[in-house]
Every structure is written in structure tokens, then in C-alpha cells.
């Protein structure tokens, strides 16, 4: 079992930065696949991005990559998404989920686990 919590939420202008952090409990937090996804209001949960057990892979969304970066602590058992560039559009709840099935996951069905959500606003 593994619980995540999300934090580092906020309201930004456009064209700011934002860190998210999830911290993990447990002490296997080392085998899990991290992600990120997003839900904006009236619209699915979306993937971001999604980093190996190692930290070794990542991958993002289109709309998302060369401004969004997705880190690890393995020892702090914590993954990171720093936002940069932000635009109004990326405007949502910020979701972490950790997956047991696969190296790199970026469907919502392959995370196991999901923290509770964090806001983040984008001002024009």
C-alpha cells in the first residue's frame, strides 16, 4: 500500500513557474513508476508525464514537453514536476499515481495508487 501526497500548488501567472512534489509513504516507494496527470473541470484526466523507478526514463505529453520536468528523490521518497513557461491552458488539478506494471506508464489504468489532487491556477 502506498499513499501520495500532493503539494506545491497555486495560483500563477502566465509565463511563471510552479514545483508540484508527491511525497510517498512506505519503503518500496524506490519500485514504482511515478506519473503526473491532470483533470481540468469538465474534461478527463489527462496524462503529463511519467518517470521509471530509477529515474532513468521519462516521458511527456505533447502539449507539456520542453516546459515541464518530471523528477525523483528516491531517498526522500518524493517525485517532483517542475512547470515552467506556464500557460492558462495548463490550468487544472494535478494528480500523482504510482504504477506497479509497467517501466513507464501513461495510461490512468496502469497507476495503482493516486494522491489526492493539487490545484493549479494560470492567470492570462
Keep these: 500500500q502506498v499513499q501520495l501526497v500532493e503539494s506545491g500548488g497555486g495560483l500563477v501567472q502566465a509565463g511563471g513557474s510552479l514545483r508540484l512534489s508527491c511525497a510517498a509513504s512506505g519503503r518500496t516507494f524506490s519500485s514504482y513508476t511515478m506519473g503526473w496527470f491532470r483533470q481540468a473541470p ?42 515552467n513557461s506556464l500557460k ?17 506508464a501513461i495510461r490512468i489504468h496502469e497507476y495503482d495508487y493516486w494522491g489526492q489532487g493539487t490545484q493549479v491556477t494560470v492567470s492570462s
Design 88 to 104: 492558462p491552458e495548463d490550468t487544472a488539478v494535478y494528480y500523482c499515481g504510482a504504477s506497479t506494471r509497467s517501466v513507464v
Design 42 to 83: 469538465g474534461k478527463e484526466r489527462e496524462f503529463v508525464g511519467t518517470i521509471s523507478y530509477s529515474g532513468g526514463r521519462t516521458l511527456y505529453a505533447a502539449s507539456v514537453k520542453g516546459r515541464f520536468t518530471i523528477s525523483r528523490d528516491n531517498a526522500k521518497n518524493t517525485v517532483y514536476l517542475q512547470m
